[in-house]
């Protein structure tokens, strides 16, 4: 069986790959502001009718920008520390790619139509992404392409906390149906709560956890940054 590729961290081909991955997101984000698109002299007559003709994709914009950006340091943070990669990782990372590219597409549904069906949309791409992204980390560590491994506590940890974004994401989309759209968006807030809680509540205790031995790969954090 031949021998699995891997790019070592110092290699062209791995600078290349993170170049080409920051590029993508730095394009998702720059795409977002094409979504506000309502310049109309009625648009821009107010402040009050420029509220109501862009405000909507405004609120859209806004926190879209707030997730690429998130998802582009998470995502740079972690790849930057790989100490090599390999096609398998490659390729989850254009799965990431993919859905981060399909954030302005969603994001100008959710901004122009007051539906359940844009929210649902957007939650299952972002749910979906962040699972990618999360998956990259957890490959990585299991085959030995970053410069130190997780303890069991510290694996526990970070799969918690990994959790806690999609399970708000796609628990919003019965709320876009069943109560309103803008409601099932504000329960999106809770993030800012329950990810540093469940932080605070599974973060390993000093000396929890013996160190890999044997392995190229020793211990590291939880990678929750």
Same mark, same amino acid.
């Given at each position: 069986?031949?021998? #699995?590729? #891997? ?51 405004? /609120? ?12 582009? #340091? ?67 560590? /299991? ?8 303890? /069991?506590?510290?694996? /526990? ?10 399970? %708000?994401?796609?628990? !919003? ?41 044997? !392995?190229?790969?020793? %211990? ?6």
């Amino acid at each position: 069986m031949p021998e #699995r590729v #891997r790019f070592a961290h110092e290699d062209l081909e791995f600078a290349r790959a993170v170049t080409f991955f920051d590029a993508i997101f730095a394009f998702a984000v720059t795409l977002l502001i094409t979504t506000v698109d309502d310049f109309s002299p009625e648009a821009w007559s107010s402040l009050q009718a420029l509220n109501d003709a862009n405000g909507p994709s405004l /609120r859209a914009f806004t926190i879209s920008f707030v997730v690429v950006v998130s998802f582009w #340091r998470a995502h740079h943070q972690g790849v930057t520390s790989l100490s090599a990669m390999d096609g398998q990782l490659l390729g989850l990372n254009c799965v990431v790619m993919f859905g981060i590219v399909l954030i302005p597409f969603t994001t100008e549904a959710l901004g122009k139509l007051d539906l359940p069906l844009p929210v649902a949309v957007y939650a299952v791409d972002i749910a979906l992404t962040y699972l990618a992204l999360n998956a990259v980390e957890l490959i990585a560590d /299991r085959r030995g392409m970053r410069p130190t491994r997780m303890t /069991r506590s510290e694996l /526990r940890s970070h799969m918690a906390i990994s959790v806690v974004l999609p399970l %708000i994401f796609l628990g !919003s989309i019965p709320i876009a149906y069943l109560v309103s759209p803008t409601a099932a968006e504000l329960t999106w807030l809770l993030i800012a709560l329950l990810i540093p809680f469940v932080r605070r509540l599974t973060r390993p205790r000093a000396g929890a956890g013996a160190a890999t031995t044997g !392995s190229p790969e020793p %211990i590291t954090r939880d990678g929750s940054e």
